[in-house]
């Protein structure tokens, strides 16, 4: 199945990277090189409100990596996403049953090329054009460097393996205190269709098998979304011990411990990554980080530390003392009580 080379790929047509492809029916690896010495992709992902925002767009203002935001999502971004999947689920299970429908975009993504279909859907406004043509001049521009694709997506969380086995990806998974995920969602109102997993019958009997019966409870039951958050905290972080103990070179990182001490933790991840921590990277992190900026704000621009522990200011010692026995048995893999 030949890649979708139409319109401005043209104009790169003698630069290729490494890639899947589809011939006659089986994915092959195809190695090819470009004028400079090609980097792996990077992967930083996690649960949702665990920080994968925070860490993915510092990592994506070094030089060699241009960063994609979530296109693992269902969302519909109307013409503003120069990557995206068309997932039909939230955690989308990339596998060796559904992966010829998803390798054709995600080679050119790897190849900094945008989805099938990005530059028809910035036709939508004028101002999807512009995002549209300022993430394409960034794109090569990144590629004729030498760069990298930074996947900063939450939602690809059940892919990881996959996603390392096709593109040799670098993974960066992080992890976020059980009260301070459900505290965020329920600030924020977010309910989770469980359907979106147990619909995926090879994810629910690969990586969630062990947990089957109690998400088709949940799908019945529709628990309230403390439950519900707890429910999906656990599940989801079984995984992430199980990817932990698999494969000690991926970079796992708890949010907290990158809040306490947030430039010399980047620098680390940096470091790790190879990627350049310039100076500039480095302002941006004591800004987005400093103590001037509000504790409990959205967006990325906190004051670190203190955002540690807002979770305690918005729950009771009731809920607390629920949210700990509802993810017990997990919790305990990556905190200890002083965490509480």
């Known amino acids: 199945m030949p890649l979708d080379t139409s319109c401005t790929d043209d104009l ?7 890639r899947m492809t589809l ?7 195809v190695e090819a090189t470009s004028g400079a010495m090609r980097r792996p992709p990077i992967l930083v992902t996690g649960m949702h409100r665990s920080g994968t925002s925070w860490v993915g767009r510092l990592l ?17 971004r109307f013409g503003l996403q120069f990557g995206f999947l068309r997932a039909p689920y939230w955690y989308l299970h990339l596998c060796e049953d559904n992966e010829a429908t998803y390798v054709p975009t995600l080679n050119r993504l790897v190849a900094l090329k945008g989805a099938p279909g990005a530059f028809r859907a910035s036709l939508r406004s004028s101002h999807s054009l ?19 694709a930074l996947l900063k997506d939450p939602f690809a969380l ?3 393996e996959r996603l390392v086995a096709l593109y040799n990806m ?20 977010w ?12 994810l629910m009997k690969g990586l969630l098998r062990e947990h089957a019966n109690e998400l088709e409870r949940a799908v019945a039951e529709q628990p309230p979304l403390l439950e519900e958050a707890s429910l999906m905290w656990r599940v989801c972080y079984d995984v992430v011990h199980a990817y932990r103990s698999n494969h000690p070179n991926w970079i796992v990182l708890r949010h907290e411990d990158l809040s306490r001490t947030p430039e010399e933790g980047f620098g680390a991840i940096f470091s790790q990554l190879d990627l350049e921590y310039s100076e500039y990277v480095r302002q941006q992190v004591r800004a987005q980080s400093s103590p001037n900026n509000p504790a409990d704000a959205d967006g990325v621009w906190r004051n670190s530390a203190a955002n540690i522990w807002s979770w305690k200011r918005r729950l009771g010692d009731d809920a607390i003392a629920k949210i700990r026995t509802l993810t017990g048995g ?10 509480w």
């Open 158 to 160: 059940f892919s990881v």
């Open 60 to 76: 994506g203002k070094a030089p060699s990596v241009f960063y994609y935001q979530e296109p693992f999502s269902p969302l519909d």
């Open 130 to 148: 512009r995002c549209y043509l300022s993430h394409w001049v960034r794109a090569r521009c990144c590629w004729w460097r030498g760069g990298a």
């Open 12 to 18: 790169i047509s003698n630069v290729t990277c490494r």
């Open 191 to 202: 309910h989770f269709d469980f359907r979106n997993w147990t619909r995926q019958k090879p």
């Open 330 to 339: 997990t919790w305990e893999l990556f905190y200890s009580d002083a965490d």
């Open 170 to 189: 670098r993974v960066v998974v992080m992890i976020r205190h059980p009260a301070a995920f459900v505290s965020s969602v329920i600030k924020k109102g």
């Open 23 to 29: 011939e006659h029916g089986k994915l092959t690896r």
